[in-house]
Each structure stands twice: as C-alpha cells, then as structure tokens.
C-alpha cells in the first residue's frame, strides 16, 4: 500500500514538473503567478485504468467516465487481464486544469472565480486560495448553509425572510456563507439572495458566496477545463438538459469544484467541504486589528454556524455531526421535511422523542417519500435527533413572523445561536462574555451587544473593557464606543498610559494627517540621529510615533500662536561627563518638564477627540466631543484642524469631507455658547477669552477667528463682548455726540453726562440689594444678604480713572485718529493747491513731520505682536489686509514724491506723484466706515464687485481693442504717431460705451480743417485718404454697420451682463455681509485697543515712550486682559463645568427638536409597535416554555409511580417492544449518554444506533445487531475476551450499540481510580484545596487516576506524573484514604460487554507532614503539572470528577 501511494506521489510530481514546463508566458503579468501557482499547489483525479463496468449498459467505466473521457494511458487493450479496477490504485493525481473565471453571461455579466480541487486537498490550501490569491479578506463569521437539494419551495413570507436575514448577517459581520454552489434547492436561495443583495447596494462590497460543490455531477463542466485556465470560462445554465446532473449557480462568488475521480456520485464534496470548515474555525478572528488589541492568549477563533433549511438523511447528517463539532446550528421552522421533524420536538424530553413518534413525523413531513426509508432508518434517525436534541445549547428553532413588524429576524437568531453557544461552551471558565464580546464587535452587532451581553446581571469594571475599547476604536465602530462608555469604561483609566494614546496613532487609518506625521517622524528620527552625536541621547527602543511628534503636527494645524498639548518626551542622557559639569543642567532640565507637564494638563476627552477628528470621522468625534470638558475649544480647535488639512490635501473628495465637518463643530459650538450665553452673559464672555490650556492655551475667540468661523464670530454674544471692548470704561449705552463732546470738554465726565460702566454695575448691585432688602422683610432671610454683601466689591472710578477710561477707550481713540485723519487731508490738499513752493513751507514740514508719525505707527503695528505668531506669519498677515496695502502703497508713493520735489528737475513730476497719493489717502479714508453697522456691509459688497469688475474688463477689452483697430485701420492710413493711434484704437472706441459718439465715421459731417493731411500737426489727428473731390473714400457703409453692432454689443449686451452680475453679487453676498462685517469688526476693534491714545502727530509722544521702554529700560509691554485672561484653577473648575452642564442642555434639547419632526414620529411609532410586538411574541413564547416545563413535571411525577409498581411480583416475561422505559428523570438527565453516542471513540466505527427507550437491557429490541470490536492494543488477552463469552458479560447501564471489549482492556468491569488529594491552606481551615494535574496541551485540569487492577495500589500511570518518591509515599496511604464514592461510569469507551467503574479516593494530608513538603517542592519548582487548586464549582473539571469534586467538599463540610 506505502509503494502504491510513493508511486502516486511520484507521478503527481512529474506531472506538476511537465505541465510547469508546457506554460505559455502570459502576456498579463497578473495571470501568470496564479497559473503558476494553481498548477503547483492544486491537483484534481483521474482514473488511470479504463476497465468497462458491467453493471452498465454503455461504455462506462467504474469511475463512471466513459472511455473517451480516460487518457490513452489509461485505456488497455482488450485482452488485458492483469488486474482489476480499484479505487484507491487507479485514481491518481495530476495538476488541475480547470481554474479561473467563470462567465456566466445575461444581464449583468455576473463573473465568478472558479477552481477544480481534488477531494484529498489540504484546507490549508484552500484557504490560502481563497485569502491569498482571490484576495478574500478573513471572515469574521463562516455560515454553512445545508438543506433540500432539489425541488424546494418555499413558503414566500419564509423565503423572503430567509434571504434578507442572510444577507443581513453576512453584510454586517463580513462573513463568508458556504454552500453547495448548485443552482437548485437552498443553494438558489442562497445565490438569489447575493443577486438582490448586488442589485440593491452597488456601491458597498459584495457578500462571499462560496459554492463548495461535486465536479463529477457539474452540467457543462467541459466549458471550464482549459490547461492553462480560462480567463473567462462562458458557462451556460442548462437546467432543462441538465438531467440528473446540476448546474452552477450564477450568482455564488466563488467556487470549490470538488474531484474525487469518479462520475455521477453526488456528496463527494462533503468531506472536504467538513474539512475546509474546521481549518477555517481555528483562524483566529479579527486579523485587521494588531496584536496590541487582544492579546495572543485571549485570541478568539472564527465562530462557525449552521444554518438548515428542509433537507433529508444528509441534511441531518450535516447537523448532527456539525453540533458534535460544538457548532451552532440553525434551522428554520416552516421549511419542510427533516427541519420541520426537528422543531416539532424540539423543547420535548428526550424520554419523549420515541422511535414511534418519529414515525408519525416522517410520515406526515416526507409525505411518499416515507415509504422508502426502513425500520432501521428510522431508529438511526431517532438517535441522531435525541442527541440533537440533548445539545440543545447548540440547537436555535427560527420561526419566522407572519409579518415585518414582529419577531426575531434571522440574522439576530444567527447571532444569538453563537452567543448561546459560546456562552455555554466556556462559562465554566467565566470567560464567555468576553468571547461573546469579541464576536459582537467584530460582527458590529451592537443591537447584540445590548441585549446579550450588557445586562443587568453583570457589573462591568473598566480594565476589563480596554481592550475591546481598543477593537471598537480601531476598528472604526462608533456605536461599540458608546456602548461601552455607557457600560463603565472610564476614559481617563483607558488613556492614563501615554503607551495607549501612542498605539492609536499608531494604528490610524489611512489618511492624510497620518501622511503628515510619518513625514515629521521621519524628518524627528534623522535630527535626533545629529543630534546623538553631540548630546548622546537615547531614545527607546521600538517607538516610532510618539505624542512629542502628535503635538508638533498639531501645533502646525492649529497655528503657532499656540502652545504643545503635549508635554515634550523625558530625554535620557548617558552620564560619560563629571558630575559637577552635569548636575547643574541635569536640574534644570527637570525643573522644566516638571513645569511643562503641570501646564498641558491632560483631559482623555480631548485626547480622544483629537485622535477621531485628525482622521475625519465624524461619528467617533461627535462621541468624543460629548466626553470633553472643555467643549467650546474643542469645537472650534477641530473647525481648525480640519479646515488647515483640508487646505493641505491634495485628495479630491478628502477636502470637502473635512470642511463639512469643520462646519458641523461649528454647529456645535455655536448652539452650546447659545445656551451659555441665553443663561448667564458674563459666564459666557468668560469663556470666549479664558486661555484654555487643553488647547495650546489659547482662547475660543482666537480660535475661531484663526478658523474663520465666521457665524461663530457673528453670534449676539460675541458681538456684545466685542462692543464691550470697544466702549472700553464706558458704557454701550453712551451716544455718540456725548462722547465728542467729552473728548473736548472732559470735565464733563465728572457730571454723568457720560455713563461708565463701573457706574453701571454699580447701580445693578444696588437695585439687587433692594429687592434682597424687600425679600428680607418678607421671609426674615439674613443669610442670603450677607452672602450676597460678600460678594459685592465694586468701588466707583476716581477722576484720574475717569480721565484714563475715557481717552483710552477704543472708541473715542477711534473719533480721535478719524478728526486727526481728516485733518491730516486737509493740510495736504492745502498744500498741494496753495502752498506748494520750491523750499518747503512750515506747513509742508508739518506735513512731513505728521507722515513720520504715521510711519512710526504702521512700523509699531508690524511689529506688535501680542499672540505670539512671530515676525513672519504677523508680517505675512499685515501684508493681506487691503488698508495695511494701501497705507503702504501712500507711504511709498509720498517719499517718492517728496525725493522728486526736493530735486529742480523733478519739481514738477514730484508734485503729480503727491497729487495721486492724496487720491490714495483719501481711498483710504474708507476704512473708518468699517465700524459702521450701516455703511461698513456696504463696502464688503463694494470690494466684491470691484473684483468682479476687474475680470470683466477682459471681456470688455476684447471688444474695445477690436472694434478700435479695425476702425482705425480702415480710416487712416500709415499713421506713425503712437499718441493718435491709442487715441483713435482705444480712447475714442471706449468713450462711444459712455455716448461720446465719432464725427470721422460719416462722409456728411466732414471737415478737412480739422485733420492734418499727412500728420505733421501734433494737435491734429490725421484725415483719411481722400478723393479728388477731398472726400474720404473709405466705405461709409461698413464703418456705421462697425459701430452699430459695437453699440449692440458693448453699450446694450456688455454694460448689462455688468450689472447683472453687480446685482448677483450684491444678492449673493448681501445675506453674508453682516457676518462678514461682524467678522472683520474685531481687527479694527483689536487695532484701536492697543493703539496708543493720542492720534496723529501727538502719537509719536507714545512712540518715544514705547521705545524707551523696550530698547532702555528692557521692560515687557503689559499684556492685554481683555482677549485673553488667565483664570484661577478654581473659578475655572466651575466655569467649565457649567459649560459642561450647559452642553448637556444643548443636547438635549437637539435631541428633542429631532425627535418631534415629523420624519422622526413615523419611524419612532414604527418602533413602539415593534417593541410591543416583539414583547407580545416573548409572552407567548413563556407561556409555551410554561406549559412544557408543567408538562415534564407531570412526566417525572409519573415515572415516580413505576417503582411503586415494581415492588408486586414480576413474571418472566419481557415486555414488549411499546413498553415504556423504565429510566428514571436522572439517567435522562446525563446518565449512560456518552455510552451510545454513534461515533465510537478514535475510530472508523459506527455503534448500531439505539433510541434512548432501547437502551435498558429489560426493553425489547428485535433489530439491535450491535457491532463487534475489540482493539488490538489491549493488555494481551483478557480473561473471557472470546465471543463465546460475551453473554456473561452485560453492561449494567444497557445497551451501548457495540458489543466486545471495544478499546477498554477487559470484558466486563475495568476499574479505575481518581485519587483527590486535599489540604487546608492554612491553619485556620478557611479554604479547602485539592491537588490537580495541568494538561500543558489543552490547558484543562483534571484529578490524578487512572486504570487500576486492583484498588490496593495508586494507578500506574501516575508515577510518571508524581515521581517514584511521591508515588511511593502517597501508594502507602491508600489504605488511610477515604472511599467518597464508586460504581458505573458514563464513559464513551463503554461497550455492551466492557464498561468503566470508578472509585474515588480521598487522602487529606496534614500540612505539616512530609508528603505535603514533597509535593509543595515539586510545585514550586514548576518542573511539574501539579497544581493546587480551591475546592470550589468555578474550577474546569469534567462533569463526573466536579460531582466527585463536591462529595468531597461535603465529606469535609465546606462550600462548593
């Protein structure tokens, strides 16, 4: 047998060898690996010897091939005679040469992958097939799909059910679903169910459909065999033609063609099919998420599930041997035949699942075809649905709903199946949450979650949720965050370790800020490389991204008038220097990080926030801004960061993306300052200019003017804080005549002419006290007065205050500059018109002296830099504002002119220049109506429209220059002076547009005297050629049609295509000039703020005193308090959380305005009604569960009666075969189960299938024919092992469906001992402990024992694990131990005539003795698998050493 499959493998070889080398080179550089690697992993078979079977009227051999099918190998001569055909010898391997992709033509041109396999292929294979080379991503569920092969209709409400809860589960979990791949029975479901799916979601990813199906049953299976595959195949579904062959589904993705050799025999595929199952159950889930998500020891296998519809014998082989593999199993009510047969028992004890009413079942099911199964069919299909039904852990009834409304959908049922499964797989562990856990958000199912895991039975702590929080996260599944934060994750426990913070940007998604921060690592790593070189520092090992390098990037975004959010990294130097040279530096080093880390104070909600909004995912944002504290900042600091990555990318959808969520945050923020602002005002502008220091300390005004965040800016509430500021000491309420007169008469405000806002606030307190006062004399309450007196420390301003206040307020600086500006003109223009002489006059000095003051104030203005934006980025944002261009531009314009004026040449062009910069500093007079809130919108829209202007200008040149030349040309002729020829080509044609209309262009109107005849009068034009009768002969006609189409053009279509674009760019931009103007208010207002009182020429007495005070006497300039204060940790504890109280409100009320829309009740009442539904439907399925549990209980009441009735004398008759069983509710219950099950233990053979009513010896059983088998690796020959001995030997717990001595080395009873060594764990007796033995491979515990021949001695086998001291020792004490208890055991190596006793020892040890010394060494040195283990019900032990386990906890009157 060995040379016949050495033989085979050498052929297969030479045939991978011979097909490799016949290759063609593919002109596709992606075919060719994949052929490549198909013909050198994967074969199909072939029969190798052609020999007729007689059993068929045609040509056809035994593998069923006909004899043109076989190669010319194969085929022999007729009067061959030298062997006969066998299986296993003539089918052999060679490369598969059916592979590729399968057309299958029609609407849609569905394409498909396709491969012939041979039936002996590894599934490892398989699936690297499926991953690898057809580019699968791993599932993260395998659904089996198995039922009726043929003819199956379904009810429509069942199969429309069954199609969308499919595809359902499939789609949300990203699994793989499996089936025959055949276009008939539950395989068309399953593709019909992918079409619809296709058909109605063409832009999310397609669902798996793996067709694992028979090659020797495919219909058309010649139009896929091609030896180098085919790329496509086009494969026709021929279902009439079809015979008892099958088609391929047309809508299955992919397909396993499944070759054993032979012809015509279907289920070939099931086996490997199996296989290929299994392989994919031990992958572990989840391979998207790191290693640092789960740790390897706490992986989770991908969970397999089978669902059955309908179905015969195979279909409930399939779920038979599926849930003795722990899979979970799905069948739906309501499909037919085996599937219904299943329900209707299913919830029945397994006492009441009798071979007579499967009968009655199969009958009423299978309708004919119930004829055809035997008496020994059924009692196998008995046996196979009592075990089913005992796994009732693994077994889910679907039954669909008669409408949408009600019930569980199938994919829920799915879902629960597996949970169900797993929860009771390792709740003896404790562990099965978190399994369950780990499927659900890798299913993301958090519907599931909800229900199944996060109940009320279980208390969550946070650590044992932080790393599924790690899995949502990454995984990018916003709902699971929620849930989880919901369910006791603390977020500030979660990113307390910098090391978590860091894995989350380490594993972001692929997106542009990730781009970004792998270039700052890269360009950080080759620095710090420089720098080592000097400094020797050292940077740990196997960090790539830290958050020194997030904070960077960051600051880059938000602007560098912020500050680090993140602490710089701990620098660790190599002390290779003295002591003395380093102690000094050393100190100072970490007196600064001390301070930077008490500084960037660390929130977990802003951290998070951060981390969601660099990757633009808005849902996990939006979770992530609700669990900031400082929310406010953290909106605007994300419309920030959003709009500057936003600017930076060079993606074409990514932009917009991210502006709509910057916009979003804007929302945001706006409607939570709202609600700030509607409940307290000066809470509110508190928090627009406290420095935030979650945010580079930097303030919320600043951020959303950096952010442009023009509606935030346009809010009441910061236009109030704005005027505030720009009133400065005085009131809002003051009128603007007032203030000019108080600015020339300022004694008068010393006589309340002009209100202060001291004065103000002041008079409110005053009113408050009175109404306190009043409330006083009502309720008696002092406490509230003297509370509130406390807090009143308001002082009325002295004169000097007044005085100060008043000329150092914004506003009447800003009156100040504007009399002084005008004033400033009129000197000029006096200049300019009346005084300009040769030597400068005094008023022309003066003039130049007031010039120089306005230049020391535009050279202060650069450089006043008091948010820290640095010299490049302020000059930057000087040079954009258009007043600042204009200033310059009259600066520059009037030192040109002064230079030409000083000079006798340039006198005169000197004063022209100085002309055109008066026409700019009058332009630039506009400026003061910016304050306007009438005149400054106005002159928004007036910028608008000169751009607008400026563009349209090009098209008016066209016409301009066109219509100018061509006149031109055509009137004169040869005209050299360039003066004339602009004049006639472009001044005159541009003049008609305004009604200035040519005399030259009409013969009538003439005149010789006005032109020059050959151009040599500069005053004159020159005439245009002329006639002998002095008349201009050029065409008159065409020069006046010229003109008219120029009028039509220019003066009617261009002139109004310039209004009506003025009139859309006013429409346009009239609803935003307000926010606009708002906006570009607080430059003005932030300008005269820190512009110094007096105005111009005065300012340069300011001017001086700055200078001193910075270049002599080194003194800082004070800092502003207005736009940014800096509040106590105290008050600014409380401001934000009232910030964070009033965000809750925000939310709140968003909540409900959605809620009440009318696109919200319908769906919300469609909700209700399924709610009360789906509750209905659990009331009546516990009324059911009710009536069942009284029906058992009326049963066990019953079988109770039995022994009553035994006690009367008993004849020797047997009863009868209907005669009922005589087991008690306990055997049902687990005893004698193991005995019978089918498949015997580690082997090929099959017990006779016994129904529990057969298994007591005292029940009749005509048909049991047990099978005989007795191993060869027994202990030699047992005493009474012959056959003929067999009757003295009966198995007491009744009939096992074998017969002999089986695996076991005896007939009869073979003992065995399981020894409990226990011991108090302290002298106090509190906890009792026993002595386990730890399987390495299976990680399970078990009680020290084996087989014995005797009950004298310890096992044998358990020197070997004890050592031969130990052994001895404990060997010894036997005789002290205790007998807790013995007799039959429910072991699976039970036959008929061989079965297990066991007796169970206890030897308690003395803590003091010497044994209990040997075993604590052999423990403690780890060199053994023993274990000390608590007595206790949570430990992992089979079920028949836990009972033992609490009989000795009984024996010793301690908790189990």
């Not at 039904?389 to 629960?416: C, E, N, P, Y």
């Not at 969520?661 to 508190?686: P, W």
């Not at 360039?978 to 005159?988: F, S």
């Not at 001895?1368 to 036959?1391: H, Q």
Request: aromatic letters at 10%; one cysteine or more; glycine letters at 6%.
């Amino acid at each position: 047998m060995k040379r016949d499959e050495l033989q085979s493998q050498l052929d297969h070889f030479l045939a991978i060898k011979t097909a490799c080398q016949r290759l063609p080179i593919y002109p596709s550089f992606q075919r060719s690996p994949f052929t490549l690697w198909i013909k050198e992993n994967v074969s199909k078979k072939e029969c190798s010897f052609f020999q007729r079977d007689p059993r068929c009227k045609e040509q056809l051999c035994h593998c069923g091939y006909s004899k043109s099918d076989h190669t010319d190998e194969a085929i022999k001569p007729e009067d061959f005679t030298g062997e006969t055909w066998d299986k296993a010898k003539h089918i052999r391997k060679v490369p598969t040469d059916a592979f590729g992709d399968i057309s299958f033509g029609g609407l849609g041109q569905k394409t498909s992958k396709y491969v012939r396999v041979s039936a002996d292929t590894e599934a490892e294979v398989l699936y690297e097939l499926l991953t690898q080379q057809w580019k699968l991503s791993p599932p993260n569920l395998l659904i089996s799909v198995t039922g009726g092969a043929k003819n199956l209709n379904l009810k429509p409400q069942l199969q429309k059910t069954f199609r969308r809860g499919l595809i359902k589960v499939a789609q949300t979990t990203g699994a793989w679903v499996i089936t025959g791949g055949t276009h008939s029975g539950v395989m068309m479901h399953v593709g019909q169910a992918v079409r619809e799916y296709a058909l109605s979601n063409t832009m999310q990813g397609q669902v798996v459909a793996i067709g694992v199906a028979t090659w020797g049953v495919i219909h058309n299976r010649d139009k896929l065999v091609h030896e180098d595959g085919c790329f496509p195949a086009n494969y026709v579904i021929d279902t009439q033609g079809q015979g008892n062959m099958a088609c391929l589904d047309n809508n299955h993705t992919h397909f396993l063609l499944v070759d054993d050799g032979t012809n015509g025999h279907y289920n070939v595929e099931n086996e490997l099919r199996g296989k290929l199952e299994k392989y994919i159950s031990g992958k572990n889930l989840g391979n998207k998420v790191s290693s640092m998500t789960i740790p390897a020891t706490q992986t989770t296998k991908i969970p397999v599930v089978c669902v059955a519809l309908e179905g015969g014998s195979g279909t409930l082989d399939t779920i038979y041997n599926a849930m003795r593999n722990d899979t979970p199993c799905v069948i739906l009510e309501g499909s037919g035949r085996i599937a219904d047969v299943i329900t209707q028992v299913f919830g029945k004890p397994v006492s009441q699942i009798t071979i007579t009413l499967i009968h009655k079942l199969m009958k009423k099911f299978f309708g004919q075809e119930y004829k055809t199964f035997t008496e020994q069919k059924i009692i196998e299909f008995t046996k196979q649905i009592q075990d089913i039904i005992r796994m009732s852990h693994l077994l889910t009834i679907f039954k669909a709903s008669k409408d949408d409304q009600g019930g569980v959908d199938l994919d829920v049922a799915i879902l629960q199946a597996l949970l169900k499964a797993s929860k009771t797989i390792e709740s003896q562990r404790g562990e099965s949450w978190k399994r369950q856990l780990k499927l659900a958000i890798a299913w993301n199912r958090v519907d599931l979650a909800k229900t199944e895991i996060f109940t009320e039975q279980r208390m969550w702590k946070s650590s044992e949720l932080h790393e599924f929080m790690t899995s949502a996260l990454v995984g990018n599944k916003p709902e699971f965050v929620n849930l989880l934060l919901e369910n006791g994750v603390c977020l500030r426990d979660y990113l307390k370790n910098d090391d978590t913070l860091c894995g989350l940007y380490k594993q972001l998604p692929n997106c542009f800020f990730l781009y970004k921060l792998a270039k700052r690592v890269k360009l950080a790593d080759s620095s710090n490389r420089r720098q080592a070189l000097g400094q020797r520092v050292r940077v740990p090992a196997g960090v790539n991204i830290s958050l020194t390098h997030v904070s960077d990037e960051v600051r880059h975004l938000l602007g560098r008038f912020t500050q680090d959010i993140y602490p710089p990294s701990d620098m660790i130097y190599q002390l290779d220097m003295s002591t003395e040279d380093i102690s000094s530096s050393v100190s100072k080093d970490q007196d600064l990080l001390r301070q930077n880390r008490a500084e960037a104070q660390r929130d977990p909600g802003r951290d998070l926030f951060l981390w969601a909004i660099i990757q633009s995912n808005k849902h996990l944002s939006e979770i992530a801004w609700d669990q900031c504290r400082d929310c406010i900042s953290a909106a605007l600091a994300a419309s920030k960061i959003l709009k500057k990555m936003a600017e930076e990318s060079i993606d074409a959808d990514e932009p917009q993306e991210m502006l709509e969520l910057a916009s979003h945050f804007e929302d945001r923020a706006i409607g939570v300052f709202s609600k700030c602002y509607n409940s307290d005002e000066v809470r509110a502008q508190k928090l627009l200019v406290r420095i935030s220091r979650l945010w580079g300390k930097t303030t919320c005004l600043r951020l959303a003017l950096e952010a442009n965040d023009k509606n935030f800016v346009a809010q009441s509430g910061v236009q109030a804080l704005l005027t505030q500021i720009w009133c400065g000491e005085l009131s809002v309420e003051n009128p603007v005549w007032r203030v000019l007169v108080c600015m020339v008469f300022f004694p008068l405000i010393y006589t309340r002419f002009v209100v202060f806002r001291r004065d103000e606030l002041i008079q409110r307190e005053t009113e408050k006290n009175e109404e306190i006062k009043t409330v006083e004399k009502v309720t008696g309450s002092i406490m509230m007065i003297n509370v509130h007196r406390s807090k009143l420390n308001v002082e009325p301003l002295g004169c000097w205050s007044r005085l100060v206040g008043l000329y150092c307020s914004p506003r009447v600086k800003f009156y100040g500059n504007i009399v002084s500006y005008f004033a400033f003109l009129f000197l000029f223009a006096y200049v300019l018109m009346i005084d300009f002489q040769r030597t400068p006059s005094i008023a022309e000095q003066v003039l130049y002296i007031w010039l120089f003051t306005l230049v020391c104030e535009e050279i202060r203005q650069l450089f006043y830099d008091p948010d820290g934006f640095g010299f490049r980025k302020k000059a930057k944002r000087y040079i954009h504002e258009m007043w600042n261009i204009l200033d310059v531009i009259s600066i520059l314009l009037f030192c040109l002119g002064i230079a030409f004026r000083l000079t006798t040449q340039l006198f005169y062009p000197g004063k022209v220049i100085l002309c055109i910069d008066f026409v700019v500093f009058c332009l630039r007079l506009m400026a003061i109506f910016t304050i306007s809130r009438i005149l400054g919108p106005k002159i928004i829209i007036v910028r608008k429209m000169m751009r607008d202007m400026f563009f349209f200008m090009f098209l008016l040149s066209i016409w301009v220059v066109a219509y100018g030349v061509a006149k031109q040309g055509i009137l004169i002729e040869n005209d050299n002076r360039l003066d004339w020829i602009m004049r006639g080509a472009i001044y005159e044609p541009y003049l008609i547009i305004f009604g200035n209309f040519p005399e030259n262009i009409d013969n009538a109107k003439f005149d010789i005297k006005s032109c020059s005849m050959n151009g040599t009068d500069p005053l004159k034009p020159k005439c245009p050629k002329l006639n002998k009768s002095q008349m201009p002969v050029f065409p008159e006609w065409l020069t006046i049609v010229m003109l008219c189409v120029y009028l039509l053009f220019a003066n009617i279509l261009l002139l109004n295509l310039l209004i009506a674009i003025f009139n859309y760019t006013f429409e346009e931009v009239h609803d935003n000039t307000d926010k606009i103007w708002k906006f570009q208010r607080y430059e003005l207002i932030k300008e005269y703020y820190s512009r110094p009182a007096a105005p111009p020429p005065f300012i340069i007495f300011s001017h001086l005193y700055l200078f001193i005070r910075k270049m002599v006497l080194f003194k800082a300039p004070t800092p502003s308090t207005e736009f940014k204060k800096q509040l106590n940790p105290i008050e600014e504890e409380e401001l934000l959380s009232w910030e964070a109280l009033m965000k809750d409100r925000y939310l709140l009320s968003a909540r409900q305005e959605k809620s009440q829309s009318m696109e919200r009740c319908i769906p919300d009442t469609s909700q209700k009604v399924t709610t009360l539904t789906e509750r209905m439907e659990k009331l009546e399925e516990q009324v059911t569960q009710s009536n069942k549990s009284l029906q058992r209980i009326e049963d066990i009441l019953k079988s109770l009666v039995a022994p009553a009735k035994e006690t009367q004398p008993q004849t020797s008759t047997m009863p009868d075969e209907s005669s009922n069983s005589l087991r008690t509710a306990e055997e049902e219950d687990g005893f004698h189960v193991k005995s019978h099950q089918l498949q015997f233990p580690d082997s090929k053979i099959k017990r006779f299938p016994v129904p529990e009513e057969k298994v007591p010896w005292e029940v009749s059983f005509s048909s049991y024919m047990p099978t005989y088998y007795s191993s060869e690796d027994g202990n030699g020959r047992a005493e009474g092992s012959g056959p003929e001995d067999l009757d003295n030997y009966r198995n007491p717990g009744g009939r096992t469906g074998i017969g002999g001595r089986g695996t076991l080395s005896r007939l009869g009873p073979n003992l065995n001992l399981d020894l409990v060594v226990t011991r108090w764990r302290d002298s106090a007796r509190s906890e009792l402990e026993f002595l386990a033995v730890l399987n390495q491979n299976q990680r399970s515990l078990a009680l020290p024992g084996g087989p014995v021949d005797s009950l004298d001695h310890l096992p044998g086998n358990l020197k070997g694990i004890l050592g031969k001291k130990l052994f001895e020792a404990l060997d010894a004490k036997v005789s002290e131990g205790v007998k807790v208890s013995e007799g039959y055991v429910d072991d699976c190596r039970n036959t008929d005539n061989a079965w297990v006793e066991t007796t169970v020892l206890n030897i308690h040890l003395d803590i003091a003795s010497q044994v209990m010394v040997d075993i604590n060494n052999m423990v403690i040195s780890g060199d053994s698998c023993l274990q000390w283990q608590e007595v206790s019900s949570r430990i992992r032990l089979s079920p028949n050493q836990r009972r033992s386990l609490q009989q000795v906890a009984e024996l010793h009157n301690t908790k189990f």
